[in-house]
């Protein structure tokens, strides 16, 4: 596994959340906590990264976290390079490892990566030199680090003390690169406990996910959680679970208001986007007063600033050098 | 219907031309000429817009429309981010209120919308909060009230006196949303008359356009005109209307010399475009010396310019501000 | 042919490379040299072309020359609009002149032209207003002249005496734009040697490449080259000629370690990319200590700098003047 951090300490690059320390990840929230701005205010803007081009390169579709990290980027004055390559044509044209040979050679210094294959992102940053950082933006199932960092902003923003805190994770746990980015993170915080609800063909295995609680027990799960977070359920999984349509899907693992009683009396919602509403949430939780979802998505573009200001290497400014 | 002002009588939102006064387009319209320069001059430049966020929502595809609002905002300093969502990509992603909210939660503070489907601009305006602003740049064939009052401006700039004016529109005026938004800017400027010429099956219901003269004779719509505005004909319409080919629809509906000879001998031409030459409009009349089809373009990014300065609320800077 | 220079002779447009004189390209190759940063620094980047609006207008698709087209742009702080517009919509929509029109009256005062049909980009200038640029960015198998430079400077970079070098291009010389603008630019500056290696059916016309000696024998071709520049083998071309599969070109024509033992010992490897590693150059070798193929793309951005500084008739300011 390459190093992220260099021999200072400083961050190279964020292809996992996999091992960073309870002081690395404060630190990375605590800085993304400088760009958060009241509604209505314009957002935190600087030309901190002036001169810096970053490349955006998503070989799976994505609207949402392309869109996040192509705002932070600007936000921070930087060129954005918005490059969609679907996989079939990256068969096409030239190798993945070609792409970033010409983008580095075009003096793009920092890439943003989301593949659908595991190890796509470090295979880049083993192979791009030294100056080069490579976020990853979403990879495979296995990690999706900046929203595992946006989530635990969020929950720390509501509950501080994470050593009481009992963390829900509800919905297609096997398949999901946020619950494996958020379970490294808690385990970084030293969560009291982490839950996982899944259809019995969805579970995850125990190895990926040392000392949680697994169950396919949705209330079971839910009950006396601090948090709970429903996962999109993609309509291709439902077939390969034991769950027949989306009603059911819905009735079994759907957070609804009933269920959501269960939880304690102030637990809050989250839930990574797009949602399926009236699947994996109901629509009255997903904007009911539990709800941080809007939160999660206004931190995301906070934490990948902070994330992009880190890995450019610049002495880190107080909040007040940014315009307001 | 939303309330497109606010107590201050600013402009919040730009949903529609329908109920704006004579003053408040005059207003913008007169804001729209600072921003023309000479050909050859950079474009009008600024930092008005700084930091601010503008979200290019296009759900229908668009070339023009989207690059002048992306000019726009550009040349105003705002970064602009731009969303192509196909309807069917929607459909399959998530809902459209979600994608608003999680674009106003990444800060996104203005929203241009274009859609396919009536209401949705309204319905997006109507769910954000109260300091995100909508602009509308394209609704079914409801209302285009930027392309309304870039129509108005270059009419403006060569016939002022709008209550001794003949206009007339030429074309699928059941369909347009072009004729629509001109129809509102005209009632409101008070136009003498304004005429719509059509094939019979695409003529407009009167009530969609009070008090104008509806006539599926274009001779006689077009005679003693001030200002003769084509709009391009669909090819998927013409097997719904009684016209059987381009050349049928160009003889009977087209602007050709002859046609124009009978409108008045300084009358302008106008298109929306994009044109069909040689099928609703001549080469030759388009490019021909009574044609201020190119005027429009310009006068489109002029007008964009004006309405983006005054949703973002700044402090009319007077014209000198901006870089020569 | 229309004039690439003004009566001052300042650069309008840049079309092809034929008819360039030796102080005219030296002159921008001199100028790109400005805009060369070591790696790991950040890349030249300047607020020159401020306030300029850049039209990238790729009716072929494109990824690294659009790139580096818009790198470059966005360098010199212009303001890039990218407009991907596949040849298929293109006749669905607009014509070619009126979307011209169109940009030129939204004020884009300089387009980047790639087309795959000949005379596009010089059709285009011949219609613009006389301040509005065209860089030809590849035209059918005719023109890539930012190509022609960037291979030319990086010629230059390590074997200056041009006079005195054999420069070999190895490939579907018959189809290829690259081959064409590097024979131009080598004809102005004096080049000993320019020798065409391709299977029988992909050989060109002689009177296409006056002077060159060209061979369907890789080995005759190769021996004692100092240059040699592999190109891009499209497989649909394959069936057209005499080589019935990647197997077989890569070893009748590819350039592999054998066969560059047989040019000069100090001989430079270059590929204008994207590559079929295997199929016309073995990846040892690509990525061999006598490969610049990346240098090629770096010098890329830094000719487009140069071209897009040159046409938009700005004082050429010191090198000093960028950032650093």
Chains 1, 2, 3 share one sequence.
Not at 69 to 76: P, V
Not at 270 to 295: C, F, L, T, W, Y
Request: include cysteine.
């Amino acid at each position: 596994m390459i190093d992220q951090f260099d021999d200072q300490g400083r961050l190279r690059h964020l292809l996992t959340l996999d091992g960073l320390t309870r002081d690395q990840i404060t630190a990375i929230l605590d800085r993304a906590e400088a760009f958060l701005r009241p509604p209505g205010d314009l957002p935190a803007w600087s030309e901190a990264l002036k001169g810096l081009s970053v490349a955006n390169l998503f070989f799976e579709p994505s609207t949402r976290t392309r869109a996040s990290f192509e705002l932070a980027g600007k936000r921070l004055g930087a060129d954005v390079l918005n490059l969609d390559i679907s996989t079939s044509s990256r068969a096409k044209g030239e190798s993945l490892i070609d792409t970033i040979y010409t983008l580095e050679a075009m003096q793009c210094d920092v890439f943003v990566v989301r593949d659908a294959q595991a190890g796509v992102p470090e295979f880049i940053a083993e192979n791009v030199e030294d100056h080069v950082r490579v976020l990853n933006a979403g990879e495979s199932h296995v990690n999706h680090p900046t929203q595992g960092l946006l989530d635990t902003m969020t929950i720390r923003h509501h509950k501080p003390d994470f050593g009481s805190l009992v963390i829900t994770v509800l919905g297609d746990v096997r398949h999901s690169r946020v619950a494996r980015s958020l379970a490294h993170a808690l385990d970084a915080l030293g969560v009291a406990e982490l839950r996982l609800v899944a259809p019995d063909n969805l579970l995850p295995d125990e190895n990926d996910f040392p000392g949680a609680m697994i169950t396919s027990d949705a209330d079971r799960g839910v009950t006396d959680a601090d948090v709970v977070m429903a996962l999109r359920i993609q309509k291709e999984r439902m077939t390969e679970s034991d769950i027949p349509d989306p009603q059911e899907y819905h009735r079994r693992f759907g957070l609804d208001g009933e269920r959501l009683r269960l939880a304690k009396a102030d637990a809050i919602v989250m839930h990574p986007g797009p949602m399926n509403r009236g699947v994996e949430i109901a629509s009255k939780v997903a904007d009911g007063p539990q709800s941080v979802i809007r939160e999660q998505v206004t931190n995301g573009v906070a934490v990948r600033m902070a994330v992009l200001e880190a890995v450019a290497g610049l002495p880190t400014e107080s909040p007040e050098d940014y315009a307001e």
